[in-house]
């Protein structure tokens, strides 16, 4: 089964709106096969968004994402990673669909409650970026 990485962000963990994340996920056919709360370091952040570097909100998001803990989070189901994007919705939940965590869930475009890999490599390389192998199970 296709796997994805879901981080519930620091608006969201702040919020307790964990539990109603994970719960609105497996009722949407997501299996939990990791998860843990972490509080990420500034490196480890930077570290995830590399892509991002040199982006006016760069910074922005870097301080955000190391505001409070995040909780990580490997999901399976057919078709994960598509999946798990349609069900976050767009970025900024001004432009996000009906149904969508970001709709539900999201205050703007940077505390946007949710991130989600975008493809089968991002998904690989971010997984492994937070969990071992032997902290996932079918
Ligand atoms: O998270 P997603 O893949 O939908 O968006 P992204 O374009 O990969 O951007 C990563 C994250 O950077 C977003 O989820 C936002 O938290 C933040 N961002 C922002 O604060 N302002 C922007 N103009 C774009 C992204
Ligand atoms: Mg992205």
């Known amino acids: 089964m296709q796997k994805t990485l879901s981080i519930i962000k620091p608006d969201a963990t702040e919020r307790h709106l964990v539990g109603e994340i994970l719960a609105y996920l497996e009722k949407n056919g997501f299996t939990i096969c990791g998860l843990k709360k972490i509080q990420l370091t500034k490196k480890q952040?930077?570290?995830?968004?590399?892509?991002?570097?040199?982006?006016?909100?760069?910074?922005?998001?870097?301080n955000y994402m190391i505001s409070a803990p995040v909780v990580v989070a490997v999901l399976s189901r057919e078709n994960a990673i598509r999946k798990y994007r349609e069900l976050m919705g767009a970025t900024d939940p001004n432009e996000a669909a009906e149904g969508t965590i970001r709709k539900l869930y999201a205050l703007n475009k940077t505390h946007n409650s949710v991130h989600g890999s975008d493809s089968e490599e991002t998904a690989m390389q971010e997984i492994a970026y937070f969990f071992s192998d032997d902290e996932i199970v079918e």
């Open 45 to 62: 952040a930077e570290g995830f968004y590399a892509e991002h570097q040199g982006r006016e909100y760069f910074e922005r998001l870097i």
